[in-house]
């Protein structure tokens, strides 16, 4: 059965490093997201993207946060200049058209540490 | 904008006990409600959907309106079941957002 994959499974980086975190979405869906899970709190929304543009963010996607579909199978997640406060659990996921709107699949995660 | 609350971080049961996790929004729209599960070092994935009215691993969840509520139950509960259920919300008919509740651990004890 095809599942989103995510790399790395976890990254540690210092304050003001930029980060790149990887997604695989599977490969007939055409909506992407970020989510992310900083630890003990909820997950929470980042960023949707569909037909090569962002269609959503919430407030926490500030100017900091860039996602990009730079070859058409990959769905980047970029944070230019890390905050201690970055540091949760980084959720990609995706989801075909045409089906119910909420059936997203989810990737196994991205654990991030910013030092 | 909504919301989603979950009102028990821990729920513990003995196995073969009823089990309930609780389940309320706001929305002022018709909203879609759902549950997903994540287990032990797995990935979220979709446990069930209102619209639906599906039974899945003998877990069902009504959709009330009056109270804005969609608990999740299951008559049974069993070890396999323990895990982090989260309910969650998007607009009815929209390609939007999943909002999440905070989750509840659940804990089937032998």
């Known amino acids: 059965e095809p599942e989103v994959t995510q790399t790395p499974s976890h990254q540690v980086t210092q304050m003001g490093q930029e980060v790149i975190l990887r997604c695989v979405p599977i490969?007939?869906?055409?909506?992407f997201y970020w989510y992310r899970q900083i630890l003990g709190q909820k997950v929470e929304f980042l960023v949707s993207?569909?037909?090569?543009?962002?269609?959503?963010k919430s407030e926490i996607f500030d100017d900091q946060f860039s996602v990009e579909r730079p070859d058409g199978s990959n769905f980047t997640l970029k944070i230019r200049s890390t905050k201690l406060e970055d540091s949760a659990m980084y959720f990609c996921?995706?989801?075909?058209?045409?089906?119910?709107?909420?059936?997203?699949?989810f990737g196994e995660g991205s654990r991030l540490t910013v030092l | 904008a909504q919301r989603v609350t979950q009102p028990e971080k821990l729920l513990s049961v003995f196995k073969g006990a009823p089990v309930e996790l609780k389940c309320n929004y706001s929305?002022?729209?018709?909203?879609?409600l759902f549950w997903y599960v994540q287990y032990s070092r797995q990935r979220l994935q979709l446990l069930l959907r209102?619209?639906s009215r599906e039974s899945i691993k003998g877990f069902t969840a009504d959709l009330n309106k009056g109270e804005t509520s969609f608990h999740l139950k299951k008559p049974f509960a069993q070890e396999e079941d323990s895990a982090m259920y989260y309910c969650?919300?998007?607009?009815?008919?929209?390609?939007?957002?999943?909002?999440f509740g905070s989750g509840t651990q659940l804990t089937v004890l032998p």
């Open positions: 996921a995706s989801r075909r058209q045409g089906t119910n709107t909420g059936e997203l699949f």
């Open positions: 929305y002022s729209g018709s909203p879609e």
């Open positions: 490969s007939n869906h055409l909506y």
């Open positions: 993207f569909y037909n090569n543009e962002i269609s959503e």
């Open positions: 969650a919300l998007t607009p009815s008919g929209s390609a939007r957002q999943l909002t």
């Open positions: 209102h619209i």
